[in-house]
């Protein structure tokens, strides 16, 4: 009877030196399990914010997002995609007219905010072209073409701001007949006018609206030299429109060679 007694007390203290580890091994494994169904399930947190620096090629084979993709094959455009495309009036004392400027990009930063709904804070490195005309009631009428380079940058609000610095060439007309001496007589001389260099230096502030659309007011200043053995300048205050160029590179970018 004592033997009976004791072989059962050795067999459930077997017994349960044999399930603690079986037990234990079976709460691991379900909290591993559990641990792995968490980790799967759990989603990574989004980052602040991301920042992508695009340095874009000068000679574009296949698209229109270099700078100055001068081809007119299969109707390629000379602006390019990612830039902008701006036009407006000019106000400058009694003088009134308007520019059209196109600014191609090929350096970008942006820096994006994926946990909230900010716009994107894009820095940009443009050059372009401009022409520009304006007219003085008592002087002469103005035509000019600038080569230009610009330093913008787009908050993650809606406001954005640049700086342009440009050089080219101004022709002007005279408003006043012209006539010239020669042999005697007096002859009228057609289109009378001067040239110049014309140089340029001007800020603006835009606010962006649907569409990546801006709309914009700047000043500038536009020197004439040599004008009288030196340069005049010119303060013009401009109002106008600016929109993205893939809106007119569209058609551009069809059929294009691969």
Same mark, same amino acid.
């Given at each position: ?118 716009? %994107?804070?894009? +820095? ?9 005309? !304006? #007219?003085?009631? =008592? &002087? ?64 603006? %502030?835009?606010? +962006? ?9 700047? !000043? #500038?200043?536009? =020197? &004439? ?34």
């Amino acid at each position: 009877m004592i033997n009976g007694l004791l072989q059962k007390g050795l067999m459930l203290i077997a017994l349960g030196i044999i399930g603690v580890p079986l037990s234990a091994s079976m709460d691991s494994t379900q909290v591993f399990a559990g641990d792995n169904q968490a980790m799967v399930l759990k989603p990574s947190p989004l980052p602040r914010k991301q920042m992508m620096r695009e340095t874009l090629s000068w000679n574009p084979h296949h698209d229109t997002q270099g700078l100055f993709p001068f081809r007119w094959g299969k109707l390629m455009s000379p602006v390019s995609s990612r830039g902008t495309v701006a036009s407006g009036f000019m106000l400058s004392n009694e003088s009134k007219g308007f520019h059209v400027r196109f600014d191609n990009p090929y350096k970008l930063k942006t820096v994006s905010f994926p946990r909230k709904n900010y716009m %994107a804070k894009v +820095r940009s490195r443009s050059i372009g072209m401009e022409l520009g005309y !304006y #007219s003085h009631p =008592s &002087l002469h009428r103005n035509i000019y073409v600038l080569g230009n380079t610009q330093w913008k940058y787009q908050a993650r609000k809606h406001w954005n701001y640049s700086l342009t610095l440009g050089a080219g060439y101004s022709r002007t007309f005279l408003n006043n007949p012209t006539y010239k001496l020669k042999d005697g007589e007096f002859h009228r001389v057609p289109l009378a006018g001067y040239n110049y260099l014309a140089l340029q230096m001007g800020t603006a %502030a835009g606010y +962006r609206i649907k569409g990546g659309a801006s709309v914009y007011m700047g !000043y #500038s200043i536009l =020197s &004439l030299a040599p004008y009288n053995w030196f340069f005049i300048p010119r303060k013009q205050l401009q109002l106008g429109l600016s929109v993205p160029a893939s809106v007119f590179t569209k058609r551009a970018t069809r059929n294009l060679p691969k």
